[in-house]
């Protein structure tokens, strides 16, 4: 039986042509496997450790298969966990997320220094959570230069400083320092796929600035701000160790990751750690599922070609 090998060079090409083209006929795509150490990454680092947390949740060493979600949902200490942590992650979400819409806006454009900005803008990204909890500390603390700033001004006083940081302030101003960068990075991108062209032709016909952005680019930025609000929301949802460091973790910053957190390394009970991680991503989907059917409410055409 004769290879490919075996055939003259001039008939080898053609050879191969014609198994690429019997290999797309029956939907096979050999590039597809530059898809496979992606997909073996995300199996073994992802989907698998999400389904064993799944069925360990289910495992309890008493009670039947729910015991775990039932021992969470009857104890009010655990179950106001979920309240506590969507206090602290929807408002920061949406304070990111509009704060940002502004100045990407403004940095559409060219204006000398722009670099410079967005380099500042985005600098928290790099300090990471526990720089960022020091810094306010030191910034907002009791002995804070915030609060010396406001004894030696005689607005407040010495003995009784303004509580900012070790309750539910101090948790929400370094959600809001840390997931602003990400807010900003993602609305400027979508805001630079719009077609400036667009706003142009509307002020030719005398519409104002307001008018332009309100029935121009805000309904073609609208999925882009809802895919951004879900990502902050998500990042902001699972705080951790600013919950401890600037929080206050037994009490009003106590959140369901602290919860989790808790039964696992605390009481070595790994079925009710992994029901309320299953309970976090839950809370997290009806959450995302709402946003994005404001979304589709709002705009319902095509999100690609400079739709945001």
């Known amino acids: 039986m004769s290879t490919t090998l075996d055939r003259p060079p001039a008939e080898r090409p053609r050879t191969r042509t014609a198994l690429r083209h019997r290999l797309a006929e029956r939907g096979i795509d050999r590039q597809l496997l530059l898809l496979l150490p992606a997909a073996v990454f995300v199996l073994v680092l992802f989907i698998y450790p999400f389904f064993y947390g799944v069925g360990l949740s289910f495992q309890p060493e008493k009670g039947g298969p729910f015991a775990a979600y039932q021992a969470f949902f009857t ?8 309240v506590t942590t969507l206090k602290l992650s929807l408002p920061a979400a949406l304070l990111n997320v509009v704060a940002s819409v502004p100045i990407a806006y403004r940095m559409r ?18 300090l990471g959570t526990v720089l960022t909890a020091q810094g306010l500390l030191n910034f907002l603390g009791p002995k804070g230069w915030f609060n010396r700033t ?20 101090g948790v929400f101003f370094s959600l809001v320092i840390t997931g602003f960068p990400f807010a900003f990075l993602l609305v400027l991108s979508y805001l630079s796929g719009i077609d400036p062209t667009l706003e142009r032709a509307a002020a030719t016909l005398g519409a104002g600035w307001v008018q332009r952005f309100r029935r121009i680019t805000l309904p073609l930025l609208a999925p882009g701000l809802a895919t951004t609000f879900c990502l902050t929301f998500v990042l902001a949802f699972s705080v951790f160790p600013s ?49 994005l059917g404001w979304r589709s409410l709002l705009y319902t055409g095509s999100t690609a070609g400079g739709k945001g």
């Open 243 to 291: 919950a401890i460091l600037v929080g206050d973790p037994a009490g009003e910053t106590r959140v369901i990751s602290i919860a989790a957190y808790e039964e696992a390394y605390v009481r070595y009970d790994y079925a009710a750690a992994s029901a309320i991680a299953v309970i976090m991503g839950v809370v997290e989907l009806v959450v995302i599922a709402a946003v």
């Open 150 to 169: 406001l004894a030696t001004v005689g607005l407040v006083d010495p003995d009784n400083p303004i509580q900012l940081v070790n309750n539910y302030w």
């Open 109 to 126: 454009g060219r204006f000398r220094g722009k670099r410079l900005l967005t380099t500042v803008l985005v600098v928290p990204i790099t």
């Open 75 to 82: 104890d009010a200490y655990q179950r106001d966990t979920i």
